[in-house]
DNA sequence: GCCGTTCAGTGATCTAGTCACACAAGACCG
DNA sequence: CGGTCTTGTGTGACTAGATCACTGAACGGC
């Protein structure tokens, strides 16, 4: 991919007045950043709007007993916008961005991301809808995480992870992508295992019966 | 309070040009919503943006087991901005906002909003941040449900909802507000009494010592 | 004062989270 | 190659929270 076209990645960006797609391109700058990487954080606020070119972004909290959830991922072609209102107040957060792959992103610094909100209808939209799916995000773990079953979230979580028929995740990932311990994923994978949905080895969980995983995953409650 | 004057109760938007306030007075209207109306939600997309003079908005989620949480308020000077990314897309939240009083509120149509956003650098700063304030709000969320037990949440609840004295709120209203269910509600009541924290009564808790409360809600986990 | 409705209390049972460990699978290395 | 270290997983016992199925108490309106 060529830096100069990165526009093009973004659907509601590519509809942009080539003047301000102009704009966009000479005044951000085009950065790679390696896999683990805290993009931001308490005490490491962003100063720059990110678009991601390559890669994934993973948003989560973490408690202070250690526990952690995953609250959403930014994936390439999406912004980080959240992390443009966060700049702004409320430093007291205490969620953080995580680089979950080498990543590419374009970086607008805040006083651009400023001047083409106010001169681009285009770019509003882009960054309200952007602000929209995020925030349908939230509203959806606080569902889950309040009203839903381990077991069926679980379930959800792996088909939804899933590679091909694998998932490379620990328990403890697992855990920490549903906000809840350890031991409660090893018991519910032992039960998916006795049901023959999966087996399992050090690190990566394969799944044998999808179907089985996904009427469980579309029941309620 | 005059309607010509509201402007002046919102921190944020006084300070914008006496052009932008011109625009603002003349193109919004004021509004009076009863208490119980639902101002948005499924299905009820709203068109504008409000701005609330008096009273509150309640916003929660309702699961399709009938259980509900509650989100955020918005208060008296503060603005509903998440309803305006909203407008834009992704219809299919589950969140409603409530009028939980009597309301009086500023509602500006969409487009003249986009106006002011394109037109005033203190507009915008004054929407990012109420924006910033929802998303640490919900991220607040999150974490209570998923990591604080029930005891210290309800502490704090108590803590925060009494007005002098008292809490005017039945069983289920509280556990509508914490995302559990009323009879967690009644046990953990029926401890606090037991310790002489509270005095119940139907449809009214009296905190009788707000010191043991306070103390439950400080501690960790 | 009666009656219907809304609130609150309670036991039994199930699911989830916590704590304290034991043990197994690789990784590293002499 | 066998030892030891780290990391990942299994398990029992216990506590907290959710659900279900009730009972009875309090209040509102005739």
């Known amino acids: 991919m060529t830096d100069e076209s990165w526009i093009t990645r973004f659907d509601g960006l590519s509809r942009l007045e080539p003047r301000i797609q102009e704009i966009l391109l000479s005044r951000s700058t085009v950065i790679d950043v390696e896999a683990g990487t805290v993009l931001f954080g308490p005490g490491r606020a962003p100063q720059n709007l990110l678009l991601l070119l390559e890669g994934t972004v993973r948003v989560q909290q973490t408690s202070d007993t250690g526990r952690e959830v995953v609250l959403y991922r930014v994936t390439a072609g999406e912004s980080c916008v959240l992390t443009t209102a966060c700049l702004l107040a409320y430093e007291d957060y205490s969620a953080e961005g995580v680089a979950e792959t080498d990543i590419r992103a374009a970086a607008i610094p805040r006083h651009v991301f400023d001047d083409l909100i106010a001169a681009s209808k285009e770019f509003r939209n882009f960054v309200f809808s952007a602000y929209s799916k995020r925030i349908t995000d939230l509203f959806h773990v606080v569902e889950e995480i309040a009203f839903r079953r381990m ?69 309620q409650g």
């Open 151 to 219: 077991d069926i979230r679980l379930a959800q979580k792996l088909l939804e992870r899933a590679e091909g028929d694998t998932v490379k995740a620990t328990h403890q990932q697992m855990a920490a992508e549903l906000g809840t311990a350890r031991e409660v994923i090893s018991r519910q994978l032992s039960e998916f295992q006795r049901r023959d949905w999966i087996e399992q080895s050090r690190g990566t969980i394969r799944l044998t019966d999808r179907a089985g995983l996904e009427k469980l995953a579309a029941t």
